[in-house]
C-alpha cells in the first residue's frame, strides 16, 4: 500500500509541474513539447526543428518506486525569450 501510495505522490508531482510551466508561461506564446524517451540520441538544437520524438502535451507523468530514479524531458517553444521563469517542486 504504501508503494502505491508513493507512487500516486509522485505523478500529483509530475502533473503540477506541467500546470506550473503553464502558468508560469501565463500571457507568453509557448508550447510544451515531452520528449519520449526522455533519454535518447536525436539531437534537440535551439534553431532547428523538433525531432519527432518530441510529442505536444499538456502532462508529464512519471512513475517510479521508492528508490528508482526516472528521467524526464521536455522542451517549450516560444516566439520570444520567456523571462523570469522558475521551475519548482510540489
Known amino acids: 500500500m504504501r508503494q502505491v501510495h508513493h507512487i500516486v505522490r509522485r505523478t500529483l508531482v509530475a502533473l503540477g509541474f506541467a500546470g506550473l510551466v503553464g ?27 523538433l525531432p519527432p520524438i518530441c510529442r505536444e502535451a499538456t502532462a508529464l ?3 517510479a518506486c521508492r528508490g528508482e530514479y526516472e528521467p524526464a524531458s521536455f522542451v517549450i ?13 510540489d
Open 61 to 63: 507523468e512519471i512513475f
Open 77 to 89: 517553444t516560444t516566439s520570444e525569450p520567456l523571462k523570469d521563469v522558475r521551475v519548482v517542486k
Open 23 to 49: 502558468t508560469l508561461c501565463h500571457g507568453a506564446d509557448y508550447t510544451v513539447h515531452v520528449v519520449e524517451p526522455a533519454v535518447t540520441n536525436h539531437m534537440i538544437l535551439r534553431d532547428g526543428l
